[in-house]
Nanobody, 115 residues
Framework: QVQLGESGGGLVQAGGSLRLSCSAS????????VGWYRQAPGKQRELVAA???????SYAHFVEGRFTISRDSAQNTASLQMNNLKPEDTAVYYC?????????WGKGTLVTVSS
């Protein structure tokens, strides 16, 4: 059974940084695409960053230049480094992965950015 689990969320002041990690059991990030999504209260879930099987990255315009997605094959983890956080980044962040579609999802970790 595949399970993904996020960690690293918390409360941070605006301008601060957090690093989210996603660990997996029954699944290998290497050879699969990874995505980080977020859902703010009252809003739809949205894609934040994606990492293709080949290693190509893409970012939502609202995090471009501030967030970095990565994958560590040796540790079998995926990460999202978030810098210069803004109050509007407050949301539950989810990692997802799969070969062609995001078949597997974690339960999310809450990030709260205070002004």
């Amino acid at each position: 059974q595949v399970q993904l689990g996020e960690s690293g969320g918390g409360l941070v002041q605006a301008g601060g940084s957090l690093r989210l990690s996603c660990s997996a059991s029954g699944f290998t990030f290497s050879g699969n695409a990874v995505g980080w999504y977020r859902q703010a209260p009252g809003k739809q879930r949205e894609l934040v960053a994606a990492l293709s099987i080949r290693g190509d990255t893409s970012y939502a315009h609202f995090v471009e230049g501030r967030f970095t997605i990565s994958r560590d094959s040796a540790q079998n983890t995926a990460s999202l480094q978030m810098n210069n956080l803004k109050p509007e980044d407050t949301a539950v962040y989810y990692c997802a992965a799969g070969q062609y579609n995001m078949d597997y999802w974690g339960k999310g970790t809450l990030v709260t950015v205070s002004s």
